[in-house]
């Protein structure tokens, strides 16, 4: 378990994000008052962000254990030189600009 895997488990809040972003997103669209519309639409936004904050760690968990071999060959593959055959046209275009 990764250090923020850990610090996310350690919320007092273990509901949802998403839920909680739903229903704050109903809680919203119920408003009556507009008085309370733009208060709710803050609880909202603040709901977004730990969405998104729960999605990027769990996207760097992700990225952390995946296969080293596979990202290190497709390094290698990019950073190769290509050689090509020496050819009669290859040599005749090194005469003329040599």
Known sequence: MSIATEILSLRRDQNSS???LL???DWQH???N??????????AA???DIVLLNVAVHALEAQDNA???????????RWRK????????LAQRKRKFA
């Open 34 to 43: 507009k008085l309370f519309a733009e208060t709710r639409s803050h609880a």
């Open 82 to 89: 290509r050689r090509h055959p020496d050819t009669p046209q």
């Open 67 to 77: 296969p080293i071999r596979a990202t290190r060959r497709s390094i290698r593959s």
């Open 18 to 20: 998403v839920a909680t």
């Open 30 to 32: 119920a408003v009556q």
């Open 46 to 48: 603040q709901a977004a």
């Open 23 to 25: 229903a704050l997103l």
